[in-house]
């Protein structure tokens, strides 16, 4: 069964870091593209940024630009989000979406969430 499984977020003051992972398994390939999205209360979900796996390339909102950055380990099967000098305005449910390569297709799987809380 192919899942995807976020962890690494919890309670960090302003100014700190956390570092998200979005580990992989089930028979999986390789990971092809992953996106990190966050949905704040009351406000629409919010792409922070994009990692094309096999020519790393990333593309950030402008709002993490230069604080978050989005990696890889294809041997591990995971995805990182390392998130430094966190605002309070960071503050948000963190998702990871990817799109997996398993025999020759490319599927979309979500990961469950994981809430960063960012205190003052």
């Known amino acids: 069964q192919v899942q995807l499984v976020e962890s690494g977020g919890g309670l960090v003051q302003a100014g700190g870091s956390l570092r998200l992972s979005c580990a992989a398994s089930g028979g999986i390939d390789s990971i092809n593209v992953v996106h990190w999205y966050r949905q704040a209360p009351g406000k629409q979900r919010e792409l922070v940024g994009t990692?094309?796996?096999?020519?790393?390339?990333?593309t950030y909102a402008d709002s993490v630009k230069a604080r978050f950055t989005i990696s890889s380990n294809n041997a591990k099967m995971t995805a990182y989000l390392q998130m430094d000098s966190l605002k309070r305005a960071d503050t948000a449910v963190y998702y990871c979406?990817?799109?997996?390569?398993?025999?020759?297709?490319?599927?979309?799987?979500w990961g469950q969430g994981t809430q960063v809380t960012v205190s003052s």
């Open positions: 979406t990817a799109e997996l390569q398993i025999s020759r297709r490319v599927y979309i799987y």
């Open positions: 990692l094309i796996t096999g020519s790393g390339r990333t």
